[in-house]
């Protein structure tokens, strides 16, 4: 069974638009952390945000915020006023307990943002 | 500010040829790691490294080997390079294993076996 499932593979949003992208996780450690990164066409990857299984407070970081239902298992991100630079690959990660710190990665959703 | 720096950029090569990708951080992080992308499967690790002389295998480690002689470098080999590693390797640092602590990327290394 996938870790992270990511069910959207493209979207498209008006600019200055809010977009959700959704991402659902399968775990059974009580402790655990939700990352997304951003992937522009150069390639690179771009840490956005992170919430970690305790926190009671949706993250937040400028645009984006991390909608974080528990009990859903879900940690869809919330990008507001879409810019054009937001057009890219956005991946959903987890982190758990005892995994050296490694990221499990789900297979990312594509976002273009339409002028 | 460097970060993560990976070498070289591009190569192309060979079935059967090998070769090596060097990944250097100046971040002074314990936790290093190779991934590879390839496209509708996201990213999965190959190896890790969680200090200077130590390696372990992750999600897909067959054809590949690392080393990390030193806890500024992490290193990947492709002994004998097949078709099927033709992907976007990708290296990660972090200062912390725990809940937290983002992983740290490198540029990536696109490699195209023939």
Redesign the interface.
Known sequence: AQKITQTQPGMFVQEKEAVTLDCTYDTSDPSYGLFWYKQPSSGEMIFLIYQGSYDQQNATEGRYSLNFQKARKSANLVISASQLGDSAMYFCAMRERGSQGNLIFGKGTKLSVKP | NAGVTQTPKFRVLKTGQSMTLLCAQDMNHE?M?WYRQDP??????IH?S?GEGTT?K?EVPDGYNVSRLKKQNFLLGLESAAPSQTS?Y?C?S?W??????????G??SRLTVL
Request: proline letters at 0%.
């Open positions: 936790y790691y509708g499967m996201g990213l999965r690790l890790y969680v372990a992750g976007v990708f990660a972090s912390d294993a725990g809940r937290t602590g983002e992983l740290f990327f540029e990536g």
